[in-house]
């Protein structure tokens, strides 16, 4: 059946946003509607984080969100003393970026809309709703009112990118399961600082809870709970604003940009998915902010989907592909709710004896030094990965535990001794990924050949000690060491299968690379613009270049 377009997405916050770039990247017939008249331009989510910095990455725009941002902040804990009881301050880059890097919504949604310009596939209508939609077995038809009058168009797939409150969503009949906080916050965001401190700080005082967050260009916001009979009406005022602040810091007298109050959930839809349109972002999921999880999970929605879609839209049955959305996504964005609440729960202690008990638990910790580094580095929190999905562990070996797992993204040095992250020589297609001393000696002409022919692209890469050296296909060395670290350095001379989003499908020696084709079939229709055989890593890198 024709359609005006492949997939529509309603709502141009971060999640639709990049959704539209991924897809247009692909050269998917997408159209962004947004009733509002133009991006953001209230501050609301101040953090992203090292997997969504590689989604935005895929999208060609890590290096513009890189400049707006200010990298690699960590987290001070501060009793009601004032005095300092844990520090989180994580250096290293699993993924290729600093863990968290802040950032102004604003900022970030205009530069995204206008990347949309790059891709001619993608129209995006502004100050225009979907006042209604209705499916049938091949498409959805959505009426639009914008600035022109109504209109009906029809798509292939609905993306639902409609925040917390998404008509589609009850349009759909989905209800939100989990909960809300009873205790509301009161957001304040300054125009200027006389904070120095580099890092978020949090005032663990049963009395009242503080978070203060950096920002880029000499900005901060303060987050602080409010207390039984502190009204809405009366936290939004200046002078209560002002004294607050003035309990936590030297910024008393700065310039206030915004004073809200918000009510934080920690809620799920009980579906993602009615047929042929999907939820993502906050229509999905609701996060508290303790763990600044919330657009991070949206971004690895959009992530997550986009390329299912791109392949959906090309398979004989793309059910799998669609189904596996939900099952992939939706048990981690509750990961990332748990953890929030578990945070605010340090963050928030109910009385002077449990935050006492907080802090005694923290310091003796750091007496050791494993449970020191658990937190320091960020470990406690849930590791980009699947236990259900487009997976294909082998059986009775605990190997399979890197299997479901987002591929490290370690810095590499290529043969042209170029040193770039490892997702700069990936081409958006999965990746079969060699992890030897000796890859070009692992596959024949004739399987070369078949892994071309089902969509893949053969990468090869070597331990930190082993020089990578000239064949039929690209070959880099581990200058990180990410793969030589548990659990990866038990798969010297293994072999990846990587989905388009860089997670692990399939893990194999390379005697039984073979294996690798069959799974394939569930990964790609076989009919994408695969890379032209015998690229070298040059070739390779100018042919990213140029797309």
């Not at 997405?9 to 999640?15: E, F, H």
């Not at 709710?337 to 004896?353: D, T």
Request: some cysteine; proline content about 7%; overall charge neutral.
């Amino acid at each position: 059946m024709s359609t005006d377009v492949d997939v529509l997405v309603v709502g141009a916050g971060p999640t639709g946003l990049l959704l539209a770039n991924l897809l247009g990247g692909m050269g998917v017939r997408t159209r962004i509607v947004e009733r509002n008249e133009s991006t953001v331009d209230q501050p609301r989510a101040v953090s992203i984080d090292d997997e969504s910095m590689r989604a935005l990455q895929a999208a060609g725009l890590d290096k513009a969100v890189a400049r707006i941002t200010s990298r690699g902040y960590g987290s001070i804990y501060r009793g009601p003393d004032g005095r300092v009881f844990a520090t989180v301050k994580p250096w290293q880059q699993e993924y290729g970026f600093d863990k968290r890097n802040a950032f102004q919504q604003p900022e970030l949604e205009a530069l995204m809309r206008d990347a949309l310009k790059r891709h001619s596939s993608v129209t995006a209508l502004f100050g225009t709703e979907v006042t209604g939609f209705e499916q049938s077995g091949e498409c959805v038809s959505a009426t639009l009112q914008g600035p022109e009058g109504a209109q009906v168009v029809t798509a292939r797939y609905m993306v639902a990118c409609d925040g917390g409150r998404s008509p589609t969503r009850k349009a759909l009949g989905i209800s939100m399961e989990g909960s809300t906080f009873t205790e509301p916050w009161l957001i304040v965001d300054l125009h200027s600082t006389k904070n120095r401190c580099f890092h978020t700080e949090v005032f663990c005082d049963p009395e009242r809870s503080c978070i203060t967050l950096p920002g880029p260009d000499g900005i901060r916001r303060y987050e602080f709970k409010l207390n039984p009979g502190e009204t809405t009406e009366m936290a939004e005022q200046e002078d209560f604003a002002r004294q607050l602040l003035a309990r936590v810091g030297p910024d008393a007298d700065e310039p206030l940009k915004r004073v809200q109050v918000y009510t934080f959930h920690a809620r799920s839809a009980a579906r993602w998915r009615e047929e042929r349109v999907f939820l993502a972002g906050d229509a999905a999921h609701l996060t508290p902010p303790f763990a600044g999880q919330g657009m991070n999970s949206g971004l690895r929605d959009a992530h997550n989907l986009a390329w299912k879609l791109d392949e959906a839209l090309r398979a004989e049955d793309p059910e799998p592909l669609l189904a596996s959305y939900q099952t992939e996504r939706k048990p981690h964005a509750w990961e990332m709710i748990e953890l929030a609440r578990r945070m605010g729960q340090v963050m928030m202690p109910s009385s002077k004896l449990a935050g006492a008990a907080i802090r005694t638990g923290f310091r003796a910790l750091k007496l050791y030094p494993p449970a020191r580094d658990y937190f320091a580095q960020m470990k406690y929190k849930p590791k980009p990965r699947f236990a259900q999905g487009l997976l294909w562990p082998e059986p009775n070996t605990p190997k399979q535990r890197v299997v479901g797992r987002m591929i490290p993204q370690p810095v590499v040095d290529t043969l042209a001794r170029d040193r770039v992250r490892l997702d700069t020589i990936l081409p958006d297609r999965p990746i079969v990924l060699i992890y030897s001393e000796t890859p070009e000696t692992a596959v024949s002409d004739d399987l070369r050949a078949r892994f071309e022919a089902a969509g893949a692209v053969l990468v090869g890469i070597t331990p930190e000690w082993c020089n990578p050296v000239a064949a039929d296909f690209p070959i880099a060395r581990d200058h990180d060491r990410f793969l030589s670290a548990e659990p990866f350095d038990a798969y010297l001379d293994h072999a990846f299968l990587l989905r388009r989003d860089r997670y692990v499908s399939a893990a194999v020696p390379v005697a039984e690379l073979a294996l690798l084709v069959d799974h394939l079939r569930h990964l790609t229709t076989g009919s994408g613009a695969a890379p032209q055989p015998n690229m070298n890593i040059s070739a390779l890198k100018s042919a990213i270049a140029g797309t």
